[in-house]
């Protein structure tokens, strides 16, 4: 019994590590990808082009291949080292680590990518008679965007935002990679001691937390289940 | 004397020239229906007027005022374009209600979105005009909101009575059929009182039996003396609402008059042969 609150405890604080991640990702990636999804869509080629490529390499290489280039890079070009935090709150420190922020930059940007590409697709499905009915009824294009064509993006990219966001959860084990403490890395750590079961134990948080995940989805489909896109 | 004079439009898309010279007087009061065969650019005219395409060459004056010349020096900023717009109001063919407000936030969001703006215009005119202190220009500025806002409100309601859709206030667009969301997408167009109304074929989505209650309407709108352009199919109906009755081919008007000379007296060939197709299909 004492073994087994040993290994709960220290699980829940690696996957604590787990979804700060997860957050801190989607409140940064969220925004910059819609930011990234109108360079994408502007008519100014250069911003556009530009925007394009940044998109394609970040879709295209292997996240955990960005992970260490994002993590190694600037010291090993001695341009910067990723910095530490001492704000003296000890579980906020043990866990926002200089490899943690590496780790939050690089699922940041990567996942800004693939959500800029939702982004678009959701964009580019709403018909032209919106912006044009906010257009005659003498709205501007924020007006147009915020008022009018926001939430029929948001209905239409539910399903692909979730399997991203669910992918999400699961890709954080990534940054273990460069030794960030999370849920796997503990698993694997009572593993090299001779226990397996943590492993599955392991499984069992990501199982139950994307369980929560695809509830609070289907809530927010129903929710806006009032209206037709 | 013309109320809206149309001078020498051209708009080519590409290589494809659409419109080849355009000229169309219209009087205040005046109902304008558009005929003609599919890419006559009926439609392309439309949105011109309505500034949701810029010609390539041409002039347009409403009410004395230039709204649109090709050879003007500098093109109009955003907002030039939008208080443009609102001369003019267009109801689609494909009704482009909002989805997600309800029939009366559907009439009245538009207003809405522009109080904010007037009632900065209204606290410049009191900082200019009147000596008063913080508070009481806030207090004033506050009041005007909320004296707009209650009287789009009203006006939303009394357009939903004009339009007989009274019960359907709170109704979503997806509950709706297609004659009741045209005369919605009507009465949203009418709430910012423009000086001309543009319909684009606005019964063509309709299924036969639901054109009947959207023509009403509009039946209704030119007993109020509004002056409108509609590009329509609808024959029938042309002849019998219009003042003046445009038929428009390849890109120009090819002939124009009351609705008994077009209908009665075609005189150019292609009219005719217009006129005969239609014809035929109402036979079969």
């Given amino acids: ?229 | 004397m013309a109320y809206l004079e149309i001078k020498d439009f051209y708009k080519s898309f590409g290589e494809v020239e659409v419109l080849k010279g355009i000229n169309l007087d219209i009087k205040k009061g005046e109902v304008v229906t558009i005929i003609g065969s599919s890419g006559s650019g009926k439609t392309t005219l439309l949105r011109c007027i309505n500034f949701l395409e810029t010609p390539d060459v041409g002039e347009m004056i409403l009410d004395g005022e230039n709204l649109f010349s090709s050879s003007a020096d500098k093109k109009d900023g955003e907002k030039e374009l939008r208080d443009k717009r609102l001369n003019f109001g267009l109801v689609f063919q494909s009704f482009n209600l909002f989805p997600q407000y309800n029939v009366l936030d559907n009439i009245t969001l538009a207003p809405t979105l522009l109080i904010k703006e007037q009632a900065e215009t209204y606290k410049k005119e009191l900082k200019e005009k009147v000596e008063l202190n913080r508070a009481e220009i806030k207090k004033a500025v506050a009041e005007f909101i909320q004296n707009k806002k209650e009287e789009i409100a009203k006006a939303g309601k009394e357009l939903l009575e004009m339009v007989d859709l009274v019960e359907k206030e709170k109704a979503y667009p997806c509950e709706l059929s297609g004659g009741q969301s045209q005369r919605v997408a009507i009465a949203r167009a009418l709430a910012l009182k423009p000086k001309i109304l543009c319909f684009d074929e606005p019964t063509s989505a309709l299924d036969p039996e639901l054109t009947g209650e959207v023509l009403k309407v509009i039946k209704s709108l030119k007993k109020k003396d509004r002056t409108m352009i509609i590009v329509t199919h609808e024959m029938g109906f042309a002849k019998n609402v219009s003042d003046k009755v445009v038929f428009m081919a390849d890109g120009v008007v090819e002939e124009m008059g009351k609705p008994k000379e077009i209908f009665e007296n075609p005189q150019s060939e292609k009219l005719k042969v217009f006129l005969s197709s239609i014809t035929n299909k109402d036979g079969e």
């Fill in chain 1, 1 to 229: 019994m004492g073994e087994f609150l040993q290994v709960t405890s220290q699980l829940l604080e690696g996957f604590s590590t787990s979804v700060m991640l997860f957050i801190l990702t989607l409140i940064i990636a969220l925004p910059l990808g819609l930011i990234i999804s109108f360079c994408t869509i502007s008519k100014f080629a250069p911003l556009r082009i530009f925007f394009k490529v940044i998109v394609w390499i970040l879709r295209g290489t292997p996240l955990m291949l960005q992970i260490f280039v994002i993590f190694y890079l600037p010291g090993l070009l001695n341009l910067f080292v990723w910095p530490t935090m001492d704000t003296g709150w000890a579980w906020f420190d043990r866990t926002i680590t200089t490899r943690f922020i590496a780790a939050l930059v690089a699922f940041s940007i990567n996942y800004a990518a693939y959500f800029s590409e939702i982004y678009r697709g959701g964009i580019e499905s709403i018909s032209k008679g919106q912006f044009e009915a906010g257009q005659v009824l003498g709205m501007t294009k924020t007006q147009i965007f915020f008022k009018v064509v926001l939430l029929q993006v948001i209905k239409r990219i539910i399903p692909p935002m979730s399997n991203e966001i669910i992918t999400l959860i699961k890709d954080t084990a990534l940054a273990n990679f460069i030794s960030v403490l999370d849920i796997l890395y503990w698993a694997k750590d009572f593993m090299l001691d001779g226990l397996i079961w943590p492993l599955f134990y392991a499984g069992a948080f990501y199982l139950v937390f994307v369980g929560l995940l695809t509830i609070i989805f289907n809530r927010v489909e129903k929710k806006l289940s009032y209206f037709r896109v």
